[in-house]
Each structure stands twice: as C-alpha cells, then as structure tokens.
C-alpha cells in the first residue's frame, strides 16, 4: 500500500469537502436571511385595497361583492326577523284560541293569517284587531256594519242581520241566564229594539257609534264577537269544508270570508249557492279553483264589494292555492305579498 499518497488525496478531499460546506451554507443563509418566503411576506406586506371607512366617498372598492346574493341575503334576513318578530298567538285570548281549536282545528297562526286576508278588503289593513270597537254605516242598505266580522243591524239588502245574535251574546257573556238582544243594549247603554228581524237604533248616529267605539278593549265583547262569527259563520264553513273532505286553513279561510261577505245560506250568492255551483271533485285544489272562478262571477255584484275590490278579495285566495300556501302556516311573506294590493 503507498501510505503517502493515500494520506495526500485524503487532505485534499477533506479540504475540497470543506469548501463545497461554506458554499451550501452560504447558498442556505442567503436563501433564510431576512427576505421571508412570498406567502408570509405577502401576509405582513400593507394590503392594496383601502378600507372601507379611509377610502374617497367617490371612489369604487377595489372588490365589490355580487350584487344579487347581497341582495338576496338581506331580503332572507329581513324576513327572517319579521317571522321571528311576529307572536300570532297574542292577537287572541287564550280563550278564544282554545274555542277555535277545538272547534275548527286551526291554530292562532293559522286564524291570524285568515283575519288578516278577510280585513284587507274590509278596512284596508292587515291589523285586524284594531277593529272589536268598529262601527259604521257604510251605506250598502245593511244598517250599521261592526266589529271584526262585519255584523250588521240589517236593511234592506240584509233582511237576517248578525248584529242582533252578537249583542244577545254580549248579554249571555256578562252574565244574563235568559239573554236578549235589549239586554245586550242595555248592557253598552244604547237604545233600540227589534223590528221584525231587524235591529233599529233609536240613539244618534253618532251615540252609537261612540259606544261602540268604547268596546275595543272589552274582554267580553271581544270573546261574544268570536262566539257569535263561529255561530253565524265560522261553523257553517268548516262543516261544508269537511263535508266534502277538506280541513286545510285555506278552504276553511276562503269559505269564512265568502260567508260573512255574501252571506253563510240563502241565496246564490251566498256560500251555499256558490258551492252548489262548484262541483263535486274530491281534490281540494282542483274544487277550489272552481269555487274561485264561481265567486268572482258575481263578488262584485249586490253591493257585495266595490269593483274590483271584489276580484282582488278572492285572487288573494286563489293566489295562495296556487303558491301552495294551503295550511297558511309560516306564510308571513306570502300573506303580505297577497294583500299588496289598493283598495279602491
């Protein structure tokens, strides 16, 4: 073996070696000094775009969000807290919300959302409850008009008036065992008597009115108004609703409003002579579609509505049964779209 000239190839390795060490290491150190890596310098680096709250009032973000999705998003959210901010129960006694459910199966959701569709065309407004205290002669020949359902005192275009049933329930609820209509009167302090079937005041238009405006906030009144509606009209609709196999809020809503409108029996024009005249078929939409096209025949004839205020009255309903809204519960939006409309 030749030991010298393993030892001087061995030096030279070791010195080559340690060269190409100082090379890496100063390849490594330029590469990790003070310069960082692109994605953490871009994250410390001041961003291009001005925010909001520094920017020139008249000058476009550099990044603007989609139009329509803002849009959209806002439009959820707004709904969103309308439906969370509405208590449909607290428009009803527990009482009353208890008598309904028992006798009809609907709720207080389902039932607010039915007097709101019947007071559009009535008063123009969705707040129904404003009304336990209404009274007025609208001059339709039916005496004066009252209270959340319309009771009349009648006349001539409305020879079986309500009005006498709902203050002889007036009578009943504070307490008479033989109530009557005078009873009712006398109860509120107002003067008038049966004539025939009709109630005549004898007390100044504006006596009555004035006393019955005082019976807004009345538990009494309000719970004898809700009895006499589901006696004159509300039982009547929802035992034909179930007659022909329908329980939805709608039908039941649409055959209520046609009652206390045009009358509950009787005539054609009433909801009686509008059923005879919508047929037999056992699917409820396809029966209501006729009922629809059968009422808005006639709804603005007999002093029933002012045109169109009749035709609109009943597309609210059949707009509904179209969007699919048959049980009108979480129907918020789709009840104020609906009722959208001007009364003229």
Sequence with gaps: MNTTNHKETHSRGKFIAALLSFALLGSITA???????????DESA??????????????????????SFSAASTDL??????????????????????????????????WDNIMMLVNKPEQDDLNWTKYYGYCEDIGDNRGYTIGIFGATTGGSNDTGPDGPALFKEYDRVKGASNPTVEGGLKRIGVNGKMSGSILKITDSKSVFVKKINGLQNDAAWREAMWRTFYNVYIKYSVDQAKKRGFTSALTIGSFVDTALNQGADGDSGSLEGILSRSGSSKDEKTFMTKFYAERTK???????????????????????????????????????????????
Excluded at 31 to 41: D, I, L, N, V, Y
Excluded at 92 to 108: A, E, I, R
């Design 77 to 110: 959210n707004s709904q969103a807290v309308t439906a969370a901010a509405i208590n449909h129960d607290a428009n009803f006694s527990p009482d009353t919300l208890q008598f309904l459910k028992s006798n009809t199966g609907l709720d207080g959701e389902q």
């Design 298 to 344: 006639i709804v603005d004839t007999n002093d029933y509505n002012q045109p169109p205020n009749g035709k609109n009255r009943v597309k609210q309903w059949s707009t509904l049964l179209s969007m699919g809204e048959i049980d009108l519960k979480d129907a918020d939006a789709a009840v104020k779209k609906v009722t959208n409309w001007e009364l003229k």
């Design 31 to 41: 590469m990790s000094g003070p310069a960082q890596p692109k994605a953490f310098a």
């Design 46 to 67: 001041p961003s291009i775009v001005q925010p909001l709250d520094a920017a020139d009032p008249g000058s476009e973000p550099a990044v603007e969000s989609s139009p």
